[in-house]
C-alpha cells in the first residue's frame, strides 16, 4: 500500500500588492487530492541578505539586498511554458546572529523602513510604496508581547517576462532593498548585530510537455529521450538515464534544460514463453503488457533514477514520460500527462533467438535491428545481486522531493531454512544503509544481535550482504566463539 503525507494548502488571497505576513487561519480553495499531497517547489528560488546595524542603519551601505527578477539566461521551456507566480519575500529578523537563544530576554524596539525598488536601465526608482518594519519585546506587560521577525510578501509577477497570459508592459532585471529611516532605540549591540535584513524571490512555473497543445499526449511528442544502459547491467544500484528535449524524443528537437515536476518511470521485466527456448537463458519470446510493469513516480526535476532491482536476472523494458503542472490536479490529471518515450507496444512480442550467443549479444542484435532509433535504448538485460543467497526485498512508496520516488527499500537475508540474519535498510534521501545482524547458535537459535550501525562507504541505497557484520578478529562471529560443541 501506498503511504501518503498529507500537507494541507493554505491560500491566502491578497488584496493588495504587499501584505504584511502575520499569521493566516482559515480554510482557502478546496484543492484537488494530488495538490494537497504534493506541492511542486519553486522553479526559481534567488536569495540576499545583509547583515548588522552597519550595513542597514545607513543609506548608502556599501552593498544592498539584491536579487535578479530576470535572470541573464531565461527559462528553456522544453515544451509549453510560462511563469505562473513570483512572490518576494522582504523581512527583517533578529536571526542574523551564530548565538539567538537569549535575544527575546532583553526589551527591544527597532524600527526600519525601507522601499522596494527596481533597475530601469540607468537608474533606481521605488516600486510601489515603502514597508515599514517594527520589531519589539516588551517584558512589562503579561504575557510578555514580542516580534523579533516580521515579513511582507510582494506580487512581483506583473514585472516579470514569460508571464502566463497577457506579456507584461514593464520588465524589471533587477530588484534592490533600501533602508529609508533606521531607529533602533539605542538597543545593545549585540541585538543591533543580529538583525537581518533579506529578500527571497521565488518564482513559479507552469509547463505542459508538448510545445504545440497542452492536453495530454494528444500531439505524438515525446519530450524525453532515453539513454542507453548497457546491455548486460551489473550494476546495483541500477541507474536509468533520460534527457530532456523540445521534441521528437531528440529525433528532430534538441537538448533542453529545464525539467518537468513530475517523471514516470515503468520497469517491465520479460519471462519467456517459448518452451523451445527452455534450456538456453539467452533467448527469450515475451509479448509485451506494460500493465504488470513497475511504476515508479519522481517528484521534482529529475533526468536519472537510481533504485534497487531485485526481479531476478532477466530481460527488461522501461519508458519514461514528464508530467506537467499546466492543469489543476498535479500528476492525478491525465490532460498532464507526456507522451512515453519510444517503446515496444502492448502485445508487441520480443524475439531473441541468437544460437549459442550471451545476453549482451541478444540486446545489441535486438537495438542494431531498430537502426539506432530511440526504441533500441528500451531493452536491456541484468544480472541479479546476491542470487546465490535467500532474501525478501521491500519497497514502500511515499512522496519524495529534489527529483527522487521518496520510496522506502530494505532487505532482509535468511539461511537455508529461511532463518533471518541480517537486516538492511536504505536512505532514500542520504543514500546510507543500516545493517542489523543477527548470530544464530549451534541449534539455529537467535543468539547475538550486533547493534545496527551503517554500512561504511555506501551512499548511493546499495543493498547487498555485508559478510563482516560481526566478526570476531578477522573472520566472521560464529556460535563456536561463545557456545563450544565439544
Not at 494528444?218 to 542507453?228: C, F, H, P, R, Y
Not at 526481479?311 to 491525465?334: A, K, M, Q, S
Request: aromatic share 10%; glycine share 8%.
Amino acid at each position: 500500500m501506498a503511504l501518503r503525507n498529507h500537507t494541507t494548502v493554505l491560500a491566502v488571497a491578497l488584496t493588495a500588492m504587499l501584505c504584511t505576513v502575520q499569521a493566516a487561519y482559515g480554510q482557502g480553495p478546496k484543492k484537488t487530492t494530488e495538490e494537497l499531497q504534493y506541492v511542486p517547489p519553486p522553479a526559481r528560488v534567488v536569495h540576499d541578505s545583509v547583515i548588522g546595524k552597519s550595513l542597514i542603519s545607513t543609506s548608502s551601505p556599501s552593498r544592498y539586498a539584491t536579487v535578479a527578477l530576470t535572470p541573464v539566461i531565461d527559462y528553456d521551456f522544453c515544451g509549453m511554458g510560462c511563469i505562473s507566480k513570483v512572490l518576494g519575500r522582504v523581512g527583517l529578523s533578529l536571526d542574523g546572529a551564530s548565538v539567538q537563544y537569549d535575544l527575546g530576554d532583553e526589551e527591544l524596539e527597532i524600527d526600519v523602513t525601507v522601499e522596494v525598488q527596481f533597475h530601469n536601465g540607468s537608474l533606481w526608482d521605488p516600486l510601489g510604496s515603502a514597508i515599514v518594519f517594527k520589531l519589539h519585546v516588551d517584558n512589562s506587560s503579561t504575557p510578555k508581547k514580542y516580534r523579533i521577525h516580521q515579513e511582507v510578501v510582494v506580487d512581483l509577477l506583473d514585472y516579470r517576462g514569460n508571464k502566463c497570459g497577457a506579456y507584461p508592459s514593464n520588465i524589471y532585471d533587477d530588484l534592490r532593498l533600501k533602508v529609508m529611516a533606521y531607529n533602533d532605540h539605542s538597543a545593545a549591540a549585540a541585538i543591533t548585530d543580529s538583525l537581518k535584513l533579506y529578500f527571497r524571490l521565488e518564482e513559479y512555473a507552469r509547463i505542459h510537455p508538448s510545445s504545440v497543445e497542452a492536453d495530454g499526449c494528444s500531439d505524438g511528442e515525446t519530450m524525453v529521450k532515453l539513454l542507453a544502459p548497457t546491455a548486460d547491467l551489473a550494476t546495483n544500484p541500477v541507474t536509468l538515464s533520460w534527457e530532456n528535449w523540445t521534441s521528437a524524443g531528440g529525433g528532430s528537437g534538441s537538448a533542453c534544460d529545464e525539467a518537468y515536476p513530475w517523471y514516470e518511470v515503468q520497469v517491465l521485466r520479460l519471462y519467456n514463453t517459448d518452451a523451445g527456448y527452455r534450456n538456453d537463458p539467452a533467448k527469450l519470446k515475451a509479448v509485451v503488457n506494460w500493465s504488470e510493469a513497475q511504476r515508479f513516480i519522481l517528484y521534482g526535476q529529475a533526468t536519472s533514477m537510481t533504485f534497487t532491482l531485485a526481479d531476478g536476472t532477466g530481460y527488461y523494458l522501461w519508458r519514461v514520460r514528464p508530467i506537467g503542472n499546466w492543469h489543476e490536479g498535479g500528476f492525478g490529471n491525465d490532460t498532464n500527462w507526456g507522451c512515453w518515450t519510444p517503446h515496444p507496444a502492448d502485445g508487441a512480442t520480443i524475439n531473441l533467438s541468437l544460437t549459442n550467443s550471451t545476453p549482451q549479444a541478444q540486446v545489441t542484435a535486438w537495438r542494431n535491428s531498430h537502426s539506432g532509433a530511440v526504441i533500441a535504448r528500451s531493452l536491456f538485460h541484468y544480472n541479479q545481486f546476491d542470487e546465490d543467497k535467500n532474501w525478501i526485498f521491500n519497497r514502500t512508496f511515499m512522496e519524495g522531493r529534489d527529483g527522487r520516488n521518496g520510496g522506502y527499500e530494505g532487505i532482509t537475508y535468511a539461511t537455508g531454512l529461511l532463518q533471518p540474519i541480517q537486516t538492511q535498510a536504505a536512505s532514500q534521501t542520504t543514500g546510507q544503509v543500516m545493517v542489523s545482524h543477527t548470530v544464530l547458535d549451534a541449534n539455529g537459535r537467535p543468539t547475538l544481535s550486533v547493534l545496527p550501525f551503517v554500512r561504511s562507504g555506501v551512499d548511493n541505497g546499495k543493498l547487498e550482504f555485508l559478510e563482516g557484520a560481526a566478526l570476531y578478529g578477522s573472520a566472521p562471529y560464529t556460535w563456536k566463539d561463545f557456545d563450544d560443541a565439544a
